[in-house]
T-cell receptor
Framework: AQSVTQLGSHVSVSEGALVLLRCNYSSSVPPYLFWYVQYPNQGLQLLLKYTSAATLVKGINGFEAEFKKSETSFHLTKPSAHMSDAAEYFCAVSRNQFYFGTGTSLTVIP | GAVVSQHPSWVICKSGTSVKIECRSLDFQATTMFWYRQFPKQSLMLMAT?????????EQGVEKDKFLINHASLTLSTLTVTSAHPEDSSFYIC?????????????FGPGTRLTVT
């Protein structure tokens, strides 16, 4: 069975500070992993994806994530938060279908 | 590439009426399309999976007679909410999966906000 756990439903950071959003997965085989961002009343925008190539994946808007098989994690990071990063973030694992985490709401404090 | 559109983006309807939402893959053929529902401040919940020319497969707890899904072509799937009630108000998102080259990826539409009064 597949599942995704996002630790921390709400994360607040100061503008310019490091952003760290946590995602752990359970999968019997190496999965395909995704991070999406969702702004209010909008659809999902793909930030980055892991497809069993490089374990450190760089995405859009300065985000990156590292696949760690030993920790079954795929945490999302950004070195310096910007006000425009305030949004909802979803981690997902894909096999035949997508399994989404519960989401993390990121607040950026000026 | 890999653009998915939804129409309408926003709809208000009266209780008891039916509403149809279209999902189109604009630049690829989608062998499989998915319909999700999202309540405020919550994650996406998969409602059903549809393959072109086949009956949709509904997730447990989703009323197939209420949420009619038709996947008539490789670029179009429709979701019809029949006899809508206020509790059906939600954000509906579709996604499309190409059969090739990536069978593991889905491309998401921008969503449709349904409000039932």
């Amino acid at each position: 069975a597949q599942s995704v756990t996002q630790l921390g439903s709400h994360v607040s950071v100061s503008e310019g500070a490091l952003v760290l959003l946590r995602c752990n997965y359970s999968s019997s085989v190496p999965p395909y992993l995704f991070w999406y961002v969702q702004y209010p009343n909008q659809g999902l925008q793909l930030l980055l994806k892991y497809t069993s190539a490089a374990t450190l994946v760089k995405g859009i808007n300065g985000f990156e994530a590292e696949f760690k098989k030993s920790e079954t994690s795929f945490h999302l990071t950004k070195p310096s938060a910007h006000m425009s990063d305030a949004a909802e973030y979803f981690c997902a694992v894909s096999r035949n279908q997508f399994y989404f985490g519960t989401g993390t709401s990121l607040t950026v404090i000026p | 590439g890999a653009v998915v559109s939804q129409h309408p983006s926003w709809v208000i309807c009266k209780s008891g009426t039916s509403v149809k939402i279209e999902c189109r893959s604009l630049d690829f053929q989608a062998t499989t399309m998915f319909w999700y529902r999202q309540f405020p401040k919550q994650s996406l919940m998969l409602m059903a999976t549809s393959n072109e020319g086949s009956k949709a497969t509904y997730e447990q707890g989703v009323e197939k007679d209420k949420f009619l899904i038709n996947h008539a072509s490789l670029t179009l799937s429709t979701l019809t909410v029949t006899s809508a009630h206020p509790e059906d108000s939600s954000f509906y998102i579709c996604s499309a999966r190409p059969g090739w080259p990536s069978s593991y990826e889905q491309y998401f539409g921008p969503g449709t906000r349904l409000t039932v009064t």
